[in-house]
């Protein structure tokens, strides 16, 4: 991820700051440079355990991936950023709002969600994290998150389905820390949350539940896809007016 440079965000968009999916990694977001330019600034951050960071160790817990995240925001930005989370993505820009107020950091002056069950939802994914590779592949089949060829030992089995495992028990965690009140509860800011008309892993209306995470102004959207929306050019062109919102209402 490319760190900020000196011009302003009024000259070349917001800081755009996004997650990927469980078993993702940037390559979820490679046209939104040109989808939303001068508009935003994306910036996919890659966790541990793949791509460029594929011989990291993975994160699973809460603790781990703060300490991974907060030098995303060191220096502090000087300027107005916005955090766009998909799936998986969705709870850990959420987490990370989150543990940013209670450390009285500079918050996104936007949080938004895409195709991620609110955390009291678990979903039928996070509920299979321990369960053997066969029972995993089946419920990951079922929602068109694994190839259908994929067998026990190919590459894919070998590569992809322990990244997988190990980001559905990432996403119990953070489920888990956001429904404590110690480290849970509505964020102090706008939230946008968006669905996939044809997603059965997370109906659109349940995506509604995230009205019980943030005190600000709460935006419902539907975009036409299925659970993977992320690839299509509907969501970077939504958000990039959701940044030029953000960019109006911030202005002096």
Do not use: N
Request: charged residues 25%; contains cysteine; proline residues 10%.
């Amino acid at each position: 991820m490319h760190e900020p440079g000196p011009d302003t965000a009024g000259e070349r968009g917001l800081r755009l700051v996004c997650f990927a999916h469980a078993g993702a990694g940037t390559s979820a977001f490679r046209r939104w440079d040109t989808l939303l330019a001068g508009t935003a600034r994306p910036e996919a951050r890659p966790l541990p355990g793949r791509e460029a960071r594929r011989r990291e160790l993975r994160v699973t817990t809460r603790q781990a991936l703060l300490a991974d995240l907060y030098d995303l925001f060191s220096p502090q930005p000087a300027d107005p950023y916005v955090l766009y989370g998909h799936s998986l993505g969705g709870l850990i820009a959420y987490t990370l709002t989150r543990a940013l107020h209670a450390a009285g950091l500079p918050l996104p002056a936007l949080l938004a969600v895409g195709a991620c069950p609110p955390p009291g939802d678990a979903g039928e994914l996070i509920s299979v994290a321990e369960a053997p590779d066969h029972e995993l592949l089946r419920v990951l089949e079922k929602f068109e998150a694994a190839p259908k060829d994929t067998v026990p030992g190919d590459v894919w089995h070998r590569l992809v389905l322990p990244v997988l495992r190990d980001d559905l028990r990432l996403a119990a965690d953070l489920r888990a820390a956001a429904l404590d009140p110690a480290t849970g509860g509505p964020v102090p800011l706008p939230l946008l949350a968006v669905g996939g008309s044809t997603d059965a892993l997370v109906p659109t209306e349940t995506m509604r539940g995230w009205r019980a995470f943030t005190d600000g102004r709460f935006v419902h959207r539907t975009l036409p896809g299925s659970h993977f929306f992320v690839r299509d050019d509907d969501l970077p062109r939504l958000l990039g007016r959701a940044c030029r919102i953000v960019k109006r209402s911030v202005r002096p």
